[in-house]
Nanobody, 125 residues
Framework: VQLQASGGGLVQAGDSLRLSCAYS????????MGWFRQAPGKEREFVAS????????IYANAVKGRFTISRDNAKNTIYLQMNSLKPDDTALYYC???????????????????WGQGTQVTVSS
């Protein structure tokens, strides 16, 4: 399994970005997926996740209402639409997949089997 994240960049506060994560390997539909981020000097934190079926999504409180996670099974791609970006959103963003863990475990980095390389998002004030 390989994940390739892209779409990061330098934007101003209030702008939008869409991150993409291209997946290759085993059947894409079988994986739960998530986005995490890590700012300098901080631990990796949960951003959003989506069930393999696409029916359930969860978000960190800090991004709820601004970010949207989605997947395109035909393109084997995971997306993170980020609107109303804030300087606090500045971080290296990672996509990850895991094989159908409990819903309560989706926000835990340790639950994920495979990770992308990260894409940098920088939001200026």
């Amino acid at each position: 399994v390989q994940l390739q994240a892209s779409g990061g960049g330098l934007v101003q506060a209030g702008d939008s970005l869409r991150l993409s994560c291209a997946y290759s390997g085993r059947t894409f539909r079988d994986w739960d997926m998530g986005w995490f981020r890590q700012a300098p000097g901080k631990e990796r934190e949960f951003v959003a996740s989506m069930r393999w079926s696409g029916g359930t999504t969860i978000y960190a409180n800090a991004v709820k209402g601004r970010f949207t996670i989605s997947r395109d099974n035909a393109k084997n791609t995971i997306y993170l639409q980020m609107n109303s970006l804030k300087p606090d959103d500045t971080a290296l963003y990672y996509c990850a997949v895991t094989s159908r863990v409990a819903l309560s475990a989706l926000a835990l980095p340790s639950s994920y089997n495979y990770w992308g390389q990260g894409t940098q998002v920088t939001v200026s004030s």
